[in-house]
């Protein structure tokens, strides 16, 4: 059975400083893995997708992941956050089901 | 690259009633999938089709159904509408869904 977890409901960062958003994913299969972001009253975005090539994926407005197999990981990361990174985050795998995380709800701090 | 596009972007309905959303998928792309997202959740999948035929369905009751047309555009239908079905409700498509999928904006269910 597939299913992912967020590790946090909610993270807060100063302007500036680096972003991590934690992610973890079970799957029985070799599963892609997506990270979205909703802002408020927006649709989805897609930010990144890791699909079985190489292990650190680059994403849009700077933002990387990197598929850690051994640790069933897949966590999001930016070196410094900007206040328009300010939205939902879903951490997502897909097979022949998709597969939404809870979400990480990120702030930035002026 | 004309995006995926849902309609109508708000819906009001009555308890037991039945509705329809519908979907335009992104040009290029075969497979269309749904969500449901509740306030303050993440989206939960509903079912995918490719080629018309529906190929995943996640725990929905099978009042809610679906059909993609030829040109794959697509329709949710749920019936019997129960105040929880308020909701966002998510359209995406994608060519391969392993490489991902475009979302449309949503239409916002209320179930009253």
């Known amino acids: 059975a597939q299913s992912v977890t967020q590790l946090d409901s909610h993270v807060s960062v100063s302007e500036g400083t680096p972003v991590l958003l934690r992610c973890n994913y079970s799957s029985s299969y070799s599963p892609s893995l997506f990270w979205y972001v909703q802002h408020p009253n927006k649709g989805l975005q897609l930010l990144l997708k890791y699909t079985s090539a190489a292990t650190l994926v680059k994403g849009i407005n700077g933002f990387e992941a990197e598929f850690k197999k051994s640790e069933t990981s897949f966590h999001l990361t930016k070196p410094s956050a900007h206040m328009s990174d300010a939205a939902e985050y879903f951490c997502v795998v897909s097979y022949d089901k998709v597969i939404f995380g809870p979400g990480t709800s990120l702030s930035v701090i002026p | 690259e004309t995006g995926v596009t849902q309609s109508p972007t708000h819906l009001i309905k009555t308890r037991g009633q039945q509705v329809t959303l519908r979907c335009s998928s992104q040009s290029g792309h075969n497979t269309v999938s749904w969500y449901q997202q509740a306030l303050g959740q993440g989206p939960q999948f509903i079912f995918q089709?490719?080629?018309?035929?529906?190929?995943g369905r996640g725990n929905f009751p099978p009042r809610f159904s679906g059909l993609q047309f030829p040109n794959y555009s697509s329709e949710l239908n749920v019936n019997a509408l129960e105040l929880d079905d308020s909701a966002l409700y998510l359209c995406?498509?994608?060519?391969?869904?392993?490489?991902?999928?475009?979302f449309g904006s949503g239409t916002r269910l209320t179930v009253v």
């Open positions: 995406a498509s994608s060519l391969v869904g392993r490489f991902g999928y475009t």
């Open positions: 089709y490719y080629r018309e035929e529906e190929n």
